[in-house]
């Protein structure tokens, strides 16, 4: 028995400790993880029975650098806390810990519980100071091989990537032969869909307006499977923002070769272990252009870093992304006295304000402005300045479509395409196997099932999506889009165009907008700086806090059009129409428009009362005017109406009537002779199986013509018999709107107007 060995030491368990670094070792290094488990007979040798020795191995595959993530460590340190353990055997030092503090954790510990330290060197007793300092000499050299064996390692490697030949995973859409050369993957999609990604944020300008037209599109993009190859090394997910975003911003896909682009971190109070973190392209380590295959240039990469960096954050100079805000100029817009850009801030409407220096400084503010105004002038120039440039933009706008039209239908068909091979696959593997083993065929079975109805489902996607957005332009499609481009305002105040498409629009000509709202009282000075360099200076007038107290001049202005051949409801009609709205923002109604012409001396030939005058200026008369112009009375008048002789038109509450009497009517109600398909009231009634309330009631429908005719000293009601009552009503209807709309008071007595 050794000398150090005590009863004591027997009487407790033995350990032996068991790790290898990386599980390639543990495959690989089999005579080490030999040499290991033989510390047990070793442990036997030294007196411990071969029930008191534990072997911990669940550290296998794990580095040495740190305990965390150590479970076999971690008990070892507590067995040995708990007095339990008698000796500890390992084959070197450099299996316990490759890190000072831990290792002399265990150091501290076990000279406290008397533990004994074993190796293949000898057995050490940590509370004896000459076997303590050799096993602290011990740890230090294992930490420190540690860092020789690393910096021999990244030595080597970072010397092969400088010269670009270290190999390192490829991003989608690249792959490596053998022979070690870098390819575009042989699959046709796989390239379609990442130029595609690419082609689209050129023509967005942000990853998640990208993010977006995937969605839109129902498309997919691809994803690779670390380890696989062939076919299977790819599989397709739906888009998120982090795989269109490490698309962009990989510098593999513009033929670059570089490493360094990450760093490691060190652990702090955030961090608990270290992390990597993305670097500044003028502090990577290796930069290397044009050695792989390039889906696009070095330069456009560059300016679509550049374009990410000004979306990212709302501190970092340029415009940024393009947003639905109503503001136009957001982005745009900078402080003329100090040069920063100047917020948008959404109240009830949205203002440019220079906030910046009295948020960070708290300097007093700069100016600030509504937006409106100044959107409106800036728009008025842009529009001015793209006259002579339409017809060109309408044929570049027709390339476009075409290109994307074509480009989308090669997606869809490449996935189509995808989705049949996987079918015929699983039709493959279904036909391999015997019939009688159902256990198998049942699932192949089921998985062929599944991939037909993948292919169902995108063939019936794709069948709809080449009636809709995939149908080629006709002639007539190439016509409107030629019109609407070169009648450029009419599209820019199109429903259908959104704030972000007019954005756009305005940044392909427009670099910067400075604003000074100081220098002249009342007046903001707009100075428009183009992309050509150029620089146009417009004076926009400052709005005042009681504009929105008048009424806008176009409105006035519409109203005097409209007020002599149209009536106050109509003409509430054509303001709602054309979205005007009161200055309360509220919408037109007859009696708001009567009060405003009324209070602005606008004079109306349509009047709501009739005041000494009997012709409106729509054509219309008043009830005197039509009893005077037919022969009869006010209150025979009043009858014909409720009965929908005549077309009334009346507005709500105690207001008169006013008729339209058309040559047409008067010969209906003025007539001399008997005219073909018209019997008297009472005999159509026999004729035509109704009562004559029915009939009046046909009559105040608009579903039955009716006349009035004088026989001898009287005058009969006479209606139409004949099967042709849908001219009538057709007839009714270019006359106006029935007077069945008109309260009636129902009645049967023909009598009543003989």
Same mark, same amino acid.
Request: hydrophobic share 35%.
């Given at each position: 028995?050794?000398s150090k ?18 599980l390639?070792?543990?495959l690989?290094?089999?005579e ?7 510390l047990?007979?070793k442990?036997?040798?030294?007196g ?5 020795v534990?072997v911990?191995? %669940? ?7 740190t305990?965390?993530?150590r479970?076999?460590?971690q ?18 030092i450099?299996?316990?810990a490759?890190?000072q503090?831990d ?5 501290e ?14 057995v ?21 091989e540690l ?8 030595g ?28 575009f ?5 796989v ?6 990604i690419?082609?689209?944020f050129?023509?967005?300008?942000s ?5 977006r ?15 696989a ?7 397709w ?6 795989a269109?975003?490490?698309i962009?911003t990989n ?6 070769y570089?490493y ?9 109070q ?7 973190r993305?670097?500044?392209? %003028?502090e ?6 044009e050695?792989?295959?390039a889906y696009l240039?070095?330069?456009?990469y560059?300016?679509n870093?550049?374009?990410?960096a000004t ?11 393009v ?7 957001t ?9 920063r850009h100047?917020a948008t801030?959404y109240n009830?409407?949205p203002w ?7 948020r960070?400084y ?5 100016q ?10 800036v ?6 300045a ?16 075409e290109q994307?039209?074509?480009h989308?239908d090669?997606l869809?068909?490449?996935r189509?395409?995808r ?16 019939p ?5 065929a049942r699932?192949l079975e089921?998985?062929?099932?599944v991939?037909l ?9 794709y ?15 190439r ?5 609407s ?5 009419q ?6 165009t ?17 604003l000074d709202g ?5 007046t ?5 700086c ?25 409105i ?7 007020a ?14 054309q ?10 109604t ?9 209070r602005n ?11 000494g005058?009997d012709t409106r200026?729509?054509?219309l008369?008043s ?8 022969g ?6 009043d009858?014909?109406?409720?009965h929908?002789?005549?077309f009334?038109?009346?507005m ?21 002779s ?6 008297r009231?009472?005999a159509?009634?026999?004729t035509?199986g109704?009562t ?17 005719m004088?026989r001898?000293q009287?005058?009969e ?5 004949s099967?042709a009552?849908?001219q ?6 270019q006359?106006g709107?029935?007077?069945?709309a008109?309260?009636?008071y129902p009645?049967?007595?023909?009598e009543?107007?003989?």
């Amino acid at each position: 028995m050794h000398s150090k060995i005590t009863p004591d030491h027997l009487a407790r368990q033995a350990i032996v400790y068991v790790r290898q670094s990386t599980l390639k070792q543990v495959l690989e290094n089999t005579e080490s993880t030999e040499r290991q488990y033989a510390l047990v007979d070793k442990a036997i040798v030294l007196g411990w029975p071969r029930a008191q020795v534990i072997v911990i191995d %669940e550290d296998q595959g794990h580095s040495a650098v740190t305990a965390v993530g150590r479970s076999g460590f971690q008990q070892l340190v507590s067995a040995i806390g708990l007095g339990q353990i008698g000796i500890v055997l390992a084959l070197e030092i450099s299996r316990f810990a490759r890190s000072q503090s831990d290792w002399y954790h265990v150091l501290e510990l076990a000279a406290i519980f008397h533990t004994l330290i074993a190796d293949e060197d000898g057995v050490y007793d940590p509370q004896d100071h000459n076997d303590r300092l050799l096993l602290g000499l011990k740890g230090t050299i294992s930490e420190a091989e540690l860092w020789s064996i690393r910096a021999r390692l990244q030595g080597g490697k970072w010397n092969k990537a400088r010269k670009g030949e270290l190999a390192w995973s490829l991003p989608i859409g690249l792959v490596r032969e053998p022979d070690g050369r870098v390819r575009f993957d042989p699959d046709q999609q796989v390239q379609t869909t990442i130029r595609t990604i690419l082609t689209q944020f050129r023509t967005l300008g942000s990853a998640s307006a990208v993010l977006r037209y995937f969605r839109q599109q129902d498309l997919r993009v691809p994803r690779s499977v670390l380890g696989a190859d062939g076919p299977a090394h790819v599989i397709w997910k739906t888009p998120t923002y982090e795989a269109i975003y490490l698309i962009l911003t990989n510098p593999t896909y513009a033929g670059a070769y570089a490493y360094g682009r990450r760093k490691s971190v060190p652990a702090d109070q955030t961090h608990t272990v270290p992390a990597r973190r993305r670097t500044p392209q %003028e502090e990577w380590t290796v930069l290397i252009p044009e050695v792989f295959p390039a889906y696009l240039s070095w330069t456009e990469y560059l300016e679509n870093q550049t374009r990410l960096a000004t979306n990212r954050s709302r501190f970092m100079p340029g415009p940024g992304a393009v947003r639905q805000g109503e503001a136009l100029l957001t982005g745009l817009v900078v402080c003329a006295r100090c040069g920063r850009h100047l917020a948008t801030i959404y109240n009830t409407d949205p203002w440019y304000t220079c906030l910046r220096a009295k948020r960070r400084y708290g300097e007093p503010q700069c100016q600030s402005c509504k937006a409106a105004p100044i959107d409106r002038a800036v728009t008025e120039l842009f529009l001015q300045a793209t006259q002579p440039a339409q017809v060109e933009a309408a044929l570049q706008a027709l390339d476009q479509l075409e290109q994307e039209r074509q480009h989308l239908d090669q997606l869809w068909q490449q996935r189509v395409e995808r989705a049949r091979y996987e079918a015929e696959r699983a039709q493959r593997q279904f036909d391999r196997v015997e019939p009688e083993h159902r256990l198998v065929a049942r699932e192949l079975e089921n998985r062929w099932n599944v991939a037909l109805a993948e292919v169902q489902r995108l063939e019936r996607s794709y069948a709809q999506a080449q009636q809709e957005q995939l149908a080629p332009l006709t002639e007539n499609d190439r016509l409107l889009i030629r019109r609407s481009l070169t009648e450029l305002p009419q599209l820019w105040y199109a429903e259908t165009t959104t704030m972000a498409d007019r954005k756009r629009l305005i940044r392909c000509l427009i670099r910067e907008v400075a604003l000074d709202g100081i220098s002249e009282p009342g007046t903001i000075i707009v100075h428009v700086c183009w992309h050509t360099g150029a620089t146009t200076t417009v004076r926009v007038r400052r709005p005042r806090s009681t504009d929105g107290l008048t009424t806008d001049a176009a409105i006035l202005e519409q109203m005097r059009a409209l007020a002599p051949t149209h009536s106050d409801d109509q003409i509430a009609e054509v303001l709602n129409a054309q979205h005007f709205t009161t200055r309360w923002g509220k919408p037109w109604t007859y009696q708001r428009v009567h009060n405003l012409r009324v209070r602005n001396h606008i004079p109306s030939a349509c009047p709501i009362v009739p005041r000494g005058q009997d012709t409106r200026g729509d054509g219309l008369i008043s009830v005197s005017a039509a009893a005077h112009l037919l022969g009869v009375s006010r209150a025979t008048i009043d009858g014909w109406v409720r009965h929908g002789i005549l077309f009334a038109q009346q507005m709500p509450g105690k207001n008169p009537y006013w008729l339209r009497v058309s040559p047409d009517d008067m010969a209906r109600l003025t007539a001399q002779s008997p005219e073909p398909g018209f019997e008297r009231l009472r005999a159509a009634t026999k004729t035509l199986g109704r009562t004559e309330a029915q009939l009046w009631e046909e009559v105040r429908a608009g579903r039955r013509a009716i006349r009035r005719m004088r026989r001898e000293q009287h005058w009969e009601w006479q209606v139409d018999v004949s099967a042709a009552e849908n001219q009538y009503v057709l007839q009714n209807q270019q006359r106006g709107t029935p007077a069945s709309a008109i309260t009636l008071y129902p009645t049967t007595l023909e009598e009543q107007y003989e």
